[in-house]
């Protein structure tokens, strides 16, 4: 099982960026896709963004023009760019990782955007 860990999580004023780190602990062409998910208090968790081995995207119309997400297949990293954040923003963001027969998830960092 694929072990992920985020990193670049913190508090961000409205209208700043911030972005976020996936390292993975194999290598993550052998995964179908590899998405961030974020899950606000008292709210589902929610696909923010993802990027299959081809490197097609897909993003959440929330976040869309705003946040963009790339990998680096020889650092084993997904990143998500996020500009000009928004309260509505503020949630535990998570890395996942799926392939067929198994999905991975990382422990999620916090990204707070209040003034």
């Known amino acids: 099982q694929v072990q992920l860990v985020e990193s670049g999580g913190g508090l961000v004023q409205p209208g700043g960026s911030l972005r976020l780190s996936c390292a993975a602990s194999e290598n993550i062409v052998n995964f179908l896709t590899m998405a961030w998910y974020r899950q606000a208090p008292g709210q589902q968790r929610e696909l923010v963004a993802i990027?299959?081995?081809?490197?097609?995207?897909n993003y959440a119309d929330s976040v869309k023009g705003r946040f963009t997400i790339s990998k680096d297949n020889a650092k084993n990293s997904v990143d998500l760019q996020m500009n000009n954040l928004k309260p509505e923003d503020t949630a535990v963001y998570y890395c996942?990782?799926?392939?067929?027969?198994?999905?991975?998830w990382g422990q999620g960092t916090q990204v707070t955007v209040s003034s």
């Open positions: 996942n990782a799926y392939q067929i027969g198994r999905a991975s």
């Open positions: 990027i299959n081995v081809r490197g097609s995207t």
